[in-house]
């Protein structure tokens, strides 16, 4: 971090620290590791708790950013899939459009004939060998 900080760089730091944030100023080593992450200028994007049973409530899962620009989205998805929310952080970077790669599909009537004729030229039958 402290490479980063003189290099001046936007860095975002993510995962699953196992570190329940929420305990920060009542254990020891959950107060060092924060106040290290916090002197090097990184702030947390979510401060809300992401796994949530009937005994407890805990936000294990961290995402850190030293530049929380209004250029950003954060946010977490309620699910059920696994024991814990899903966290996500979102930036948006200004790219040069010429150089970009990104593909657009249009959905124009025009194009969407286009395909449904190529789809019934198609031949679509199975072959079973």
Not at 23 to 29: M, S
Not at 41 to 49: E, N, Q, S, Y
């Amino acid at each position: 971090m402290d490479i980063i900080n003189a290099e001046n760089k936007v860095c975002v730091i993510m995962g699953d620290m196992n570190i329940d944030f929420k305990n920060f100023g009542f254990r020891t080593k959950t107060s060092d590791y924060l106040d290290n992450i916090f002197s090097h200028g990184f702030l947390p994007v979510i401060t809300k708790r992401i796994r949530i049973s009937t005994t407890s409530a805990t936000l294990i899962d961290h995402i850190y950013s030293n530049n929380l620009s209004t250029m950003a989205n954060s946010g977490i998805i309620i699910t059920n899939v696994t024991d814990r929310f899903a966290t996500f952080h979102m930036k948006n970077i200004n790219r040069n459009k010429a150089n970009s790669t990104n593909k657009v599909r249009l959905f124009s009537k025009n194009n969407i004939n286009k395909f449904t004729e190529i789809l019934d030229q198609a031949d679509l039958t199975i072959s079973w060998k």
